[in-house]
């Protein structure tokens, strides 16, 4: 035999060994499918389980048909014992139910619409679009929309035992206009927050004159009181000022040194004037003994004397 007929002889060796291997490990671990019972020492065939849990579904499959059914009825009645007495009662379909939700759902999404945006928010016509933000602002600034802003409330009033109670229109809350104070209709939120914007606004242009004002004050504070200039950080290099009361103050005490001055020159001016006089009164004299003496030389020598020497 040659070598390549004795090479796929080992092959084919080789490969049966391995088919068989896998062949045993299937038949070990294999899954029985069938529907037999389990055995001693054999677990049931996957079909029994499998039938087991049909069986169980089927077995509940009545109860869940029924409640299914009752669901979809639009009315039942059903009869139960009320102090020995026996009474019929409606209940309505859960689908029923469900459908009058959505309803009673949309009518509710279309009364918190009123709230924010006025009555016209919730439009009876499906196909018909509300008026927007901004179509409602200028009616709003035109004063055309103080009735549609609006906004109502549940009305209530009182069992016998005074207890508030909702006033019930066709199933639904009766709804009336609000008051936010007697005599005052409660607006839509949309409204106040306009209110709120404005007031705002002014708000924060009042606290800009404000600050103007207050900047004004400790300007002229600064300019009365004198020192380092008002600024938000003083360094070294911000300007001073004296300050005006203090500069009145320096010019009062000079006027009172002034004072003092005049006085001390008017009582000089007194001490001269009576020193002049006494002075003028001497040349007075003087004149006069000059003139006697003018007289005797004239007498006894004759010599002419002039009347007047100054």
Do not use: C
Request: glycine letters at 8%.
């Amino acid at each position: 035999m040659t070598f390549i007929g004795k090479l796929f002889v080992m092959i084919n060796l080789a490969i049966s060994l391995l088919m068989a291997v896998t062949a045993f490990g299937l038949y070990a671990s294999g899954i029985d499918w069938t529907d037999r019972a389990a055995k001693e020492g054999q677990p049931e065939g996957k079909m029994q389980g499998l039938r087991k849990e049909i069986d169980d579904v089927v077995a509940r499959l009545s109860l869940a048909e029924g409640s299914w059914k009752a669901a979809r009825q639009e009315v039942r009645k059903i009869t139960k014992v009320v102090n020995g007495n026996p009474e019929t009662e409606e209940i309505k379909g859960l689908l029923v139910l469900e459908d009058e939700r959505r309803k009673e759902r949309l009518w509710g999404d279309g009364e918190m619409a009123k709230l924010i945006g006025g009555q016209d928010q919730a439009t009876k016509d499906p196909t018909a679009s509300p008026p927007g933000p901004d179509e409602r602002r200028r009616k709003r600034e035109a004063k055309a929309r103080d009735s549609e802003d609006q906004v109502s409330r549940v009305e209530y009033g009182e069992d016998a035992n005074k207890i508030p109670i909702v006033i019930l229109d066709a199933g639904r809350p009766k709804m009336i206009l609000a008051e936010s104070a007697p005599g005052l209709p409660l607006m839509t939120r949309e409204v106040y927050e306009e209110r709120l914007a404005k007031y705002q606004e002014k708000n924060t242009e009042l606290r800009e004159s404000l600050a103007k004002l207050v900047h004004e004050d400790k300007r002229l504070t600064w300019e009365l009181a004198g020192g380092v200039a008002p600024v938000r950080k003083p360094v070294e290099s911000t300007p001073k000022k004296r300050g005006l009361r203090h500069e009145i103050a320096e010019e009062r005490v000079k006027r009172l040194g002034l004072i003092d001055e005049q006085g001390i020159t008017r009582a000089l001016e007194v001490n001269v004037a009576v020193e002049s006089e006494l002075i003028l009164k001497r040349l007075d004299a003087l004149d006069e003994r000059i003139l006697e003496l003018g007289r005797y030389l004239k007498k006894k020598h004759n010599i002419d004397v002039p009347a007047k020497w100054r």
